[in-house]
């Protein structure tokens, strides 16, 4: 009998529809058994979110400061063939509950010598976040031999409004009955039991060697490099914001709300002002550094992890 564990979080519900969607293949086969894992914070994070709370939790995920979560529960005494860490993103880093699972010693004792498979249910920024799942995954001696990534594929600023507005109301339906439905599509999560038979037979054969390039080329992850040079921009204004923020106290502290919203307005007007100056800046960049940007879009895109990068 083969094990393997699936370590998710999710809010909504989409992260788990989208792993079990990639499941799919696994569930015919009786030789494998599949342990479910959900991350539970002791504090629950609100789902839909308050405005305010939604804001707060900004400056831990930027400076990926865990939370307590409840004690896992699988048994660390058995091997697992295969771990599959299942995360969104917030504030462009692992979300606060995700990544302090990863934190917890029974975590860091399953993932030693073990292959690990990331999936990332997002909006469309995630490239700088995966680095640091690398980072934890390889630090604690595990392999990561593969990665899938769903995103909402509308454009960058529609997204934004789309997502505000599920997060905010707790409904994955038409804004307005005009825009685009917010998150990952059905059909992209239907679509991704593909890649669990991709997954399957390099499992049965114990040899993960290629399963990224498979993946990649089943278009499992798709990088836009103008997002990339975006997402590297904010993430760095992004870590001042937080250190900021983080000087006037931690998580629920009133001493901190002027300045979460300072940053509110802040990030309204970079929105309507400087994000489209961005785009414009970027598409410049791309043209004098096209290829930079190809070694780095194919380096992201990867599982491996270029430690100078990193440091
Ligand atoms: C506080 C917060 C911040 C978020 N920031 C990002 C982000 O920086 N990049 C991104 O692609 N998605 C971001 N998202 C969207 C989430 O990654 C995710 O798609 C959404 O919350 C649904 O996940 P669920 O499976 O937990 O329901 C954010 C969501 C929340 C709640």
């Known amino acids: 009998m083969k094990r393997i564990i699936i370590l998710y979080y999710t809010q909504s519900g989409q992260l788990k529809d989208i792993v079990d969607s990639i499941l799919k293949p696994f569930k015919v ?19 839909p979110w308050k405005i305010l709370s939604f804001f707060d939790s900004f400056p831990e995920s930027v400076s990926n400061i865990p939370c ?6 699988f048994d660390s005494n058995q091997r697992f063939d295969l771990i599959i860490f299942a995360y969104q993103i917030w504030y462009l880093n692992p979300s606060i509950p995700s990544i302090s699972a990863l934190y917890e010693q029974k975590f860091q004792f399953i993932v030693k010598n073990t292959p690990v498979i990331t999936v990332i249910g997002c909006r469309n920024m995630w490239i700088l976040a995966q680095e640091k799942v690398k980072n934890l995954i390889y630090n604690a001696g595990g392999k990561l031999v593969g990665n899938i990534v769903l995103i909402d594929r509308s454009p960058n600023l529609i997204g934004i409004v789309t997502i505000v507005y599920w997060l905010i109301f707790g409904k ?28 399957l037979n390099d499992f049965k054969y114990n040899d993960f060697s290629q399963l990224q390039n498979k993946l990649i080329n089943q278009k499992a992850v798709k990088i ?22 983080l000087k006037s106290g931690n998580a629920g502290d009133k001493k901190r709300i002027p300045k979460l919203y300072f940053f509110i307005v802040y990030l309204i007007l970079a929105i309507i002002i400087l994000a489209p100056v961005s785009t414009i800046i970027s598409a ?5 550094r096209k290829n930079s940007t190809k070694k780095d879009v194919e380096y992201y895109s990867n599982v491996f992890l270029n430690f100078k990068k990193n440091n």
């Open 29 to 47: 086969d009786e030789n494998i058994e599949i342990v479910y894992e959900k991350i539970t914070p002791e504090l629950p994070y609100p789902f």
């Open 68 to 73: 307590k979560i409840e004690p896992l529960k």
């Open 172 to 199: 994955k339906n038409r804004f307005l009955g005009i825009f685009p439905k917010p998150g990952v599509s059905k059909k992209d999560i239907d679509n991704c039991q593909i890649f669990g038979e991709t997954i």
């Open 224 to 245: 836009s490099s103008g997002l990339l040079i975006f997402e590297q921009r904010i993430s760095r204004i992004f870590k001042i914001w937080a250190k900021f923020i």
């Open 284 to 288: 410049i960049y791309l043209l004098f």
